[in-house]
């Protein structure tokens, strides 16, 4: 009969191991530090700011609305910042006068966020001013330098369409004028020299452009104005009749 059965284990044995795990997590558990909330603003404290400028509104009755992308540190209402480059690589103080982060006003943005600012102080008669877009930065330090100049590792290949209805190869010359982009920065650039083909000097020679399909070294210039750009920095380049990609390699100061 079932009542004639025995048990097959012996219950006192699992209620021990069970008491010693509740003990042990228990342990554990006050080991465990206790975590306090700290606000993303405090860690950034310290941490320069660097805003990078997509777009300009100029809004009745508000003035100068820029739109930006916060790339590090912390911007909060009535911080005193520095908007450029201009054309002549100057930079003017601003003072932030609201901020919007998705439509909704807040007094304070933090990194990884795209923002809306408006200013005060903001000086109109600025030449070339409404070009802030094109190269704008937003930085809490001392106006950085920007420059004209800069070496990009390129590679060039054809577009599809012609690629098909060419029989010879394309070659991009020293002194073509394209337009690129590096980051947020887009301008037009022109080459004005070749540094290296596929990883060999030619610097020193006589060639005066770089074949599509091969990667090279080029020195490139902004033709509109200077704008401040950081090494690897991805670079593309989309035209007609062929495109590029690759990386800023080294800045060329003056």
Do not use: W
């Not at 508000?62 to 540190?73: F, K, Q, T, W």
């Not at 006589?206 to 509109?224: A, H, N, P, Q, R």
């Amino acid at each position: 009969s079932v009542s004639n059965l025995e048990p097959t284990s012996n219950p006192s044995k699992y209620e021990e191991m069970y008491d010693n795990g509740i003990n042990l997590l228990k342990q554990f558990l006050n080991y465990i530090p206790v975590l306090t909330r700290v606000h993303p603003s405090e860690t950034l404290k310290g941490t320069p700011v660097l805003c990078r400028v997509l777009e300009r509104f100029d809004v009745a009755g508000v003035g100068i609305v820029l739109n930006a992308r916060l790339e590090s540190g912390c911007i909060n209402v009535r911080d005193s910042l520095f908007l450029g480059p201009y054309t002549d690589g100057s930079y003017q103080e601003i003072v932030v006068k609201s901020i919007e982060r998705n439509c909704i006003p807040t007094n304070q943005a933090i990194a990884e966020s795209k923002i809306c600012m408006s200013f005060r102080k903001f000086k109109r008669d600025i030449p070339n001013g409404k070009n802030i877009k094109r190269s704008g930065l937003i930085i809490s330090t001392s106006p950085r330098d920007a420059v004209y100049t800069f070496i990009g590792e390129v590679k060039f290949i054809h577009t599809k369409t012609v690629y098909r209805q060419m029989s010879r190869t394309l070659t991009v010359r020293v002194g073509r004028q394209f337009m690129m982009n590096i980051g947020t920065v887009r301008q037009v650039v022109r080459i004005i020299g070749i540094k290296e083909i596929n990883r060999k000097n030619v610097e020193n020679t006589t060639i005066i452009g770089i074949s599509i399909g091969l990667i090279g070294k080029i020195l490139f210039e902004f033709v509109c104005q200077p704008a401040y750009i950081e090494v690897n920095t991805p670079l593309e380049i989309d035209e007609n009749s062929f495109k590029a990609s690759g990386r800023v390699v080294e800045i060329a100061h003056g």
